[in-house]
């Protein structure tokens, strides 16, 4: 191996993150994700947005279906304040750096590291051997997607903390070995309420789009109808609201629903609590259901307008794959440089 020659290298602020279009979006999704990428993008920062659809295949997805919900994800984006001028918004398999960057990173990683994800470990289930190689290798592919445009910041929820550990350890692994200041070290950005959503029916599980019972999560989709179903069918105690925050640290369901009503509202959890100490669920509820059915009720509304016309958001994933593309080849290029690949001219 070469020595370590550290060129002095700043890395400018850009935001990276990504939602797999595995099923529809959640209010978890939402709440974690999306409504805090578009506050990112106002406070007039570089942000890259992506729907992961090389990610969405780690687990089997039915192509046809694949498509819609690669679009509903691009709509759900749109529909939550993502302006496809200020922020770059595409699909990831258009940009095929990410696949190129992630086999080398599947060459940097190690596969302990790789077993250790919990996620691999919730998703694998007690039949690991037989899961997808590409469900193993998820994190590699991750820290491809960030680190192809040398992303220093990526907005997450907690539920991806340890994956972006993982970006993090990568990046240092590839510059130590190859004796170079070439990939910042990324720093995850996990900040306000309602970073992990929970489970309607189980609050000791993160609400997900993947999750085989419907009930169990809120969807962009959904109408006010079945918003206000969910929510009064939700798992709750018998006890009435706390008088503090500390009351709900052993009442995972009902913490779940103060951190959305948090979340929604823009209020801490400890004025919410203040707000309704006391009170029980019955009157909590439909408090609830009003406020998430004011703030996704538009954004449900302009996703169906959007989805009336897959052509145009193809047409703006194309024009972001493009301008993507223009940052992430010459950082590949690099890449295959430093790594001793020949590169001859065609
Ligand atoms: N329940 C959640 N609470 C807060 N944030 C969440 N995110 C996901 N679920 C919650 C955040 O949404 C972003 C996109 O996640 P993803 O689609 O790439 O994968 P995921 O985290 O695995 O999301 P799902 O909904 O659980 O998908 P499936 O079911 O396919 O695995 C991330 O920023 C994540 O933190």
């Not at 578009?38 to 039915?62: K, M, P």
């Not at 918003?227 to 503090?244: C, G, S, W």
């Not at 004025?271 to 703030?295: I, N, T, W, Y």
């Not at 994933?317 to 223009?326: C, D, Q, Y």
């Amino acid at each position: 191996m070469s020595e370590p020659v550290q060129t002095p290298q700043t890395f400018s602020t850009r935001i990276f993150s990504g939602i797999q279009p595995s099923g529809g979006m959640t209010l978890g999704n939402y709440l974690g994700a999306l409504k805090r990428f578009s506050e990112l993008q106002d406070r007039g920062v570089e942000t890259i947005y992506c729907v992961v659809d090389l990610h969405a295949i780690t687990v089997w997805q039915d192509p046809s279906k694949l498509r819609h919900q690669t679009r509903e994800i691009a709509a759900a984006f749109l529909a939550s304040g993502i302006d496809p001028k200020r922020s770059i918004l595409f699909n990831q398999s258009q940009v095929t750096v990410h696949a190129e960057l992630a086999w080398i990173f599947n060459c940097v990683a190690r596969i302990g590291w790789m077993y250790r994800m919990t996620q691999f470990k919730d998703k694998a289930g007690k039949n690991a051997e037989n899961s997808s190689l590409g469900l193993l290798a998820y994190p590699s592919l991750m820290a491809a997607d960030i680190l192809a445009y040398k992303a220093t910041h990526v907005p997450v929820g907690e539920d991806q903390k340890q994956h972006l550990e993982l970006t993090r350890d990568i990046a240092i692994k590839f510059n130590h070995d190859y004796g170079v200041n070439f990939f910042p070290v990324t720093e995850p950005l996990i900040e306000g309420a309602a970073t992990r959503v929970m489970s309607l029916r189980d609050g000791s599980k993160k609400m997900s789009k993947s999750d085989p019972s419907d009930q169990s999560r809120i969807n962009l989709t959904d109408d006010a109808d079945t918003i206000a179903a969910k929510i009064r069918k939700a798992r709750t105690d018998p006890e009435p609201l706390p008088e503090t925050a500390e009351g709900l640290a052993t009442r995972p369901e009902a913490k779940n629903l103060v951190n959305i009503y948090a979340a929604l509202s823009g209020q801490s959890l400890e004025s919410v609590v203040a707000e309704f100490a006391g009170a029980q669920f019955g009157s909590f509820k439909p408090r609830l259901v009003d406020l998430a059915v004011e703030k996704l009720g538009p954004i449900t509304a302009e996703m169906s307008r959007l989805m009336a016309d897959p052509a145009e958001i193809d047409r703006i994933l194309g024009n972001g794959a493009a301008r993507a593309e223009a940052i992430a080849r010459p950082h590949m290029d690099e890449v295959y440089d430093l790594v001793g690949m020949i590169r001859a001219r065609r």
